[in-house]
DNA sequence: CAGGGTATTGAACAGCTGTCCAGTAGCCCT
DNA sequence: AGGGCTACTGGACAGCTGTTCAATACCCTG
């Protein structure tokens, strides 16, 4: 007679399993999206039942929010650590929009790009996604004005270059992601004219910015 | 006893009846996108059964691929209608920006971010986008190559300088179209901003522009 | 070592999706 | 006028979705 194999349980604290399934969850959604990414994948990712999944999140949407918040405010804080510690204001600047700058086979903007996307329809998604694009255009804004206020580069409207770079780097991204046709030298290019231009500096004084795409993350 | 009410049947010649169907589709994608927009819904809209929408198109998919194209077609035949006539390369290049361009309401935007969005799980989708993509590139490109020939402004990378310019201008109505926080004169002021410091002018040799937000479409 | 608390299961549910196809009804041609 | 071609219907289908819940198996406490 054939023994039945019984499933082996995987019993967690509660706080544990958690994490566990925000992190399975992160990465279901890094392939197939907002959209695309369903229960029964991320149960199937934590090696776990989709009861389990309703056990720790009221909705499914609630859980795809809670992730792309968790993953966002981690890319913020690790953009934060790695500039705040930064006093020279060009310095700053540089590796500010270097870190931001799309880069070839990022999947931080692949989860950007599809949170947008699936915004229209989810409400905590998009609530999520506006805060911390707010947040990110304060760092920015903020660089912008120690920078000119510091006699380092001029800047006459911090909030209009912020949201010009930004622009600029977003729509580079959603090139870079949804057609892969972009080249890494030609993003870096680019970044680097514009915020030469913004800050009536020259592309060789963005040194960071250059090297996008040429290396390993400067992170 | 109550007469039973019979379905009036509307029996179309079969162009008519294709062309009515991609309407109604596109009316439904306005509002729901190309994910979200379902056979059911065009077909209430096109006040006709489900099998009908089968009849005539192979699968659904192809539906939504043939609406983009037809719209996307649309619009850069008119964009180009209204452009080639102008001789004068600053005035073409100035209208040309100003059609491009992100406006508050605009539904044509929506129909590209939500065809982007969609480009992943869609490759025939995808196909067209990226066609037309590079359509409207061209156009710029030539427009800025003209310009610079005829020493109306000066470009030295008509190339890179259309990749910067789409690129923000997409990247606007990403933030346009998603968080609906963008004001028209920003964007406006944005736009030629960028457009002037890649030619050499000033914003204010871009009065189309300038005009973006301000009134009814120039086109 | 017994018992309660609870993390976990997995089947069942209603509702949606695109697709299919046998049957129906209207127009055109002879 | 009548027969055939075909535009068209609408129900049925399998497969997916998020969600629910009684039953279960494990751990901790007493």
Redesign the pocket.
Known sequence: MASHA?????????E??RALLLEAAGAVVAVHGFD????????KQ??????????????????LAEVFAKEAEGERDRLSAATSAISEPLERLDKLVALYAPRADDPGWFIWFSAWSAAPRQPKLRASAERIHREWSSEFEEALRAGTEAGAFRCADPRGTTRRLLSLMDGLATQAVATRSLQAAEVAHDIAIAVAAETGLAPEDFPEVARIGTGPLPG
């Not at 082996?8 to 604290?13: E, N, P, Q, T």
């Not at 389990?52 to 949407?61: G, R, T």
């Open positions: 019984v499933p082996v349980r995987d019993r967690r604290a509660p544990e399993r695309g990414a369903t229960v029964r994948d991320v149960a934590a090696n776990v039942s989709t009861g389990l999944v309703h056990h720790y999140f009221d909705s499914f949407p609630d859980l």
